[in-house]
């Protein structure tokens, strides 16, 4: 059974973009918010390095393994996007276990109700009965599990790169809403191709119109692009930094990991070492 709950985040997307552009700063939820944004610049450089898709290359390369992993486990889905990539953990779960519970959480409405009908496709292919899962339209930050048992915490498509310092709050947010014996797939980009990625970004049709879908007339002089000491890339509109995204070395990650109770067990590269999905276990 798919289960969808939609909030109503308008007008608390609103009053955070106030805040943040006050602040200087503007938050990944932001740009979001127009899902054709993202649908245009997620199957094209600079996200992918040769591969059309790095991470989905990845998953499908190391299924045997991965699916030892996460056998049995409830998954949680943080941020799904066009989902592909999520559908396959759900797809592991479903030809080892044949039944999978999950949870997928969204602030955009378009990506959770997208996700539903991928999941809806998906009980055409494995049964009736074999998905259990509440699909949720809020932010990682209001979002509460309802799972008992041992989770799965997954979190693809470098989403946690679009986090700043160090994405701490979202690593705050997965040692909230994991236990001991649980486990968080990640999915990143490395620092191998640091300088090509950056003048991909720089050079993109379509991200200005992905990260600036709450400003009408977009004065294209008033961006301008930065890579800093700790390979975040940042934009910024009019003196304000309106997105972020971050190249990551893979020690360093699990350092990061480490100081917020994560444990590394396993990784996978795609063939250009470009993709990274690294699984750790919660302490
Ligand atoms: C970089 S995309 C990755 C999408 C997908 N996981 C993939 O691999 O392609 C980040 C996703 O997280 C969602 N997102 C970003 N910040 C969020 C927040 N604070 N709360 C809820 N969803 C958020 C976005 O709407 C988007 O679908």
Known sequence: ????????????????????????????????????GWLLVCFNNPLNFKNPNGELVVLQNNQNEISKYIKGLNQIHYGVGVGETELEIVRFELEQSKVVSLEGIDINKTFIELFGENLKDKEFEFGKNSIQAKLIQDLFQNYQPSFN???????????????????SELWSIFQKNSKSGDCLLVGVKMDKYVDIDFKKYQTNYYYPAFVLSHIKNVDASLIKWRKDENNYFRMSYDGIEVFRTRRFNKDNLIKEAGTHGFKFADSWTCEYEHSLVVLFKRN
Request: net charge negative; charged share 30%.
């Open 1 to 36: 059974m798919i289960k969808k709950e939609f909030t109503d985040v308008e007008d608390i997307l609103e009053k955070r973009l106030n805040e943040q552009v006050q602040s200087g700063k503007l938050e990944g939820e932001q740009w979001f918010r127009n899902p054709l």
């Open 149 to 167: 048992g041992n989770t799965l915490h997954v979190c693809l498509g470098g989403t946690l790169g679009n986090f700043d310092d160090s994405s």
